[in-house]
Every structure is written in structure tokens, then in C-alpha cells.
């Protein structure tokens, strides 16, 4: 195209790690440029807006962005996901507190950062000690507010999948229990069936 104008935009990768100021004519023009800019493969690219995942597949709607559009490219099956805010937890090594609990809170949450989803794949010791935290008493190894608001989502969030797990596992427990009464032919009374009788 003739006409096109050169405007800037921000790129960054799917993980939101690379992150650089690139000036583009078109969408063609942009693609050319991302693979200096960022270190990835020249093929198999996609586009898409870093605020939404909105995949930029075409030069038409390429130019009716703004400038300064923030934008992230992806590579091969990579998904775009939303932006969860970093919690950033420092221990102070010179401390004479062990690291002991809090930091297993902090390997814990560091893990989380990235993806909060994976807080359903703890065990039950790491969700009870999360659900257990103070996010006020954490206050020397959390230093912003946002982090803490982080902090006490995680709390909440590992409190209920702790809940439905032992609730799971006393449904197994019970369920085990009928089916070895079953499998020995004899049906015991239970308390609870004393009580109706």
C-alpha cells in the first residue's frame, strides 16, 4: 500500500516477559519486524490485541488501531491469556527466622504467579497452609497492597478446593465402605439407621 503510514506499537510474548516498542506500516510489515524484536521463529505467527486476545488477522483492521496499540505475538499453539498481576514476595535472607513456613508460602505463591489455575493441582499440605495464611502477618515479605489483596484471593481460593477435596475424599471413603459391606454379603446397621428405626 502506497498511503501507509508508519505508527508505533508495544509487542511482548505470551508470557508478557519480552516486551519492545517496534514501528510498522501494516500488518506484513509489523510480522517482518517481530522476530528481530523479540527472538521467536519467522514462521507461524499470530497477532492478537495483549488487552483482550482479539486475534489482528488483516491488514484492514491492522490499520485501524490506534498508535501505541499494545499487541502480543504468538507462536505456533501458543494461547493468549489474561494479565494476573505478579505478586512480588521477597524474603530476607539475614533474618532469624527460618524459612519454615513463610517460605513455603512464598515458593508457593511464586509458583501461582504465572498461573493462578494451578492452585487445583495442590495437595492437600500446600492448600491448608495457603488457606491458613495471614496475608496481614505476611506484611515483611509482601510489600505492595495489591499483593496482599492478591494473597488473601489465593487464601480464599485454596480454602474452598481444600473443602472439596476432603469432601471427595470422605465421599470415597463412604463409598469404599458400602461396597466392602456389599462384597461381604452383610449389610450392618448404623447408627443412624438405629435412629429412624
Known sequence: MENDINKPYKICDVNRDKKKGIVAASLEDLLTKVPEKLGLPVDNLTVVLESDGTEVDDEDYF????????????????KWGPYLPRCQVSLDQTDDVSMGEKGQVANLVGRLQHNLCHISLLGGQDLELLSDM?????????TDRDNRIFLEHIKEASGRILLEKRQAQDAMELLKLYHQSVANGTEEVTPSKQERV
Open 63 to 78: 490499520s485501524t488501531l490506534d498508535p501505541d496499540t499494545s499487541l502480543m505475538i504468538l507462536h505456533g499453539q501458543e
Open 134 to 142: 495471614d496475608p496481614d502477618s505476611l506484611a515483611d515479605i509482601v
